[in-house]
């Protein structure tokens, strides 16, 4: 999984208009310690090793690798090379923004990979995506990639195509950036489903309930 240190204005700043600066930043508190657990989950259920990759102070009682500098792809794969260098048979990543993503989707990852696949791909209705699986390195699929753009999983797609990768893809899912998604993501944790991710739940419940003009 990757995450970064929480710092008041530079996580989630999108949603300071919405939740103020405090609020953001307990927000992503809430969305990292939830996804944590959803890592957790999903590595017992696949009999995979969990690992977060952290950029800034590492969290405790976590096995965490250092993402290092560059863009988001450079980053990606460094820490997707360090782990397959360090004997692993395939890697799995996520984001630390999609807290209500079902384990099943991540164990789905990992059985494809381990029959065949040489890239599962998870894409984001915003154009990115929530998930990248792969069994070797593919630096291709990372440099110079439009980060942030509405194409970034489609050009992954297209790049992997090019490189004769057998892909396989998960159904659509979102992650937590902008205003809009703070909506979503409680429909997605009504319910009984709210155990998928109770802190943001709870957070996200307080929050919309004040209104937009007040922080969490």
Same mark, same amino acid.
């Given at each position: 999984?990757?995450?970064?240190?929480?710092?008041?204005?530079?996580?989630?700043?999108?949603?300071? /208009? &919405?939740?103020?600066?405090?609020?953001?930043?307990?927000?992503?508190?809430?969305?990292?310690?939830?996804?944590?657990?959803?890592?957790?989950?999903?590595?017992?259920?696949?009999?995979?090793?969990?690992?977060?990759? #952290?950029?800034?102070?590492?969290?405790? &009682?976590?096995?965490?690798?250092?993402?290092?500098?560059? $863009?988001?792809?450079?980053?990606?794969?460094?820490?997707?090379? &360090?782990?397959?260098?360090?004997?692993?048979?395939?890697?799995?990543?996520?984001?630390? $923004?999609?807290?209500?993503? /079902?384990?099943?989707?991540?164990?789905?990852?990992?059985?494809?990979?381990? +029959?065949?696949?040489?890239?599962?791909?998870?894409?984001?209705?915003?154009?990115?995506?929530?998930?990248?699986?792969?069994?070797? $390195?593919?630096?291709?699929?990372?440099?110079?990639?439009? #980060?942030?753009?509405?194409?970034?999983?489609?050009?992954?797609?297209?790049?992997?195509? &090019?490189?004769?990768? +057998?892909?396989?893809?998960?159904?659509?899912?979102? $992650?937590?950036?902008?205003?809009?998604?703070?909506?979503?993501?409680?429909?997605?944790?009504?319910? /009984?489903?709210?155990?998928?991710?109770?802190?943001?739940?709870?957070?996200?419940?307080?929050?919309?309930?004040?209104?937009?003009?007040?922080?969490?």
């Amino acid at each position: 999984m990757f995450a970064r240190s929480a710092a008041p204005g530079r996580v989630k700043t999108r949603l300071e /208009p &919405r939740l103020g600066r405090q609020g953001a930043l307990r927000l992503h508190e809430a969305l990292v310690a939830d996804s944590t657990d959803l890592l957790r989950l999903a590595a017992r259920r696949a009999r995979a090793r969990p690992f977060v990759a #952290w950029t800034g102070r590492p969290p405790r &009682r976590a096995a965490v690798l250092r993402q290092g500098s560059g $863009d988001l792809g450079a980053r990606l794969r460094r820490v997707v090379r &360090r782990l397959l260098c360090a004997g692993h048979r395939a890697v799995v990543v996520i984001g630390s $923004d999609s807290p209500a993503l /079902p384990a099943a989707r991540i164990v789905r990852a990992v059985r494809l990979l381990e +029959r065949g696949a040489d890239l599962v791909l998870g894409p984001a209705i915003d154009g990115g995506y929530y998930l990248i699986g792969l069994r070797s $390195d593919q630096p291709a699929l990372f440099d110079r990639m439009p #980060w942030g753009g509405r194409r970034v999983a489609a050009r992954t797609l297209e790049r992997a195509a &090019r490189l004769g990768l +057998r892909t396989e893809r998960l159904p659509p899912y979102f $992650d937590v950036d902008r205003p809009a998604d703070l909506v979503r993501l409680r429909r997605a944790l009504s319910g /009984p489903r709210r155990r998928r991710a109770p802190r943001t739940a709870r957070l996200l419940l307080h929050a919309l309930r004040r209104g937009s003009s007040q922080p969490i």
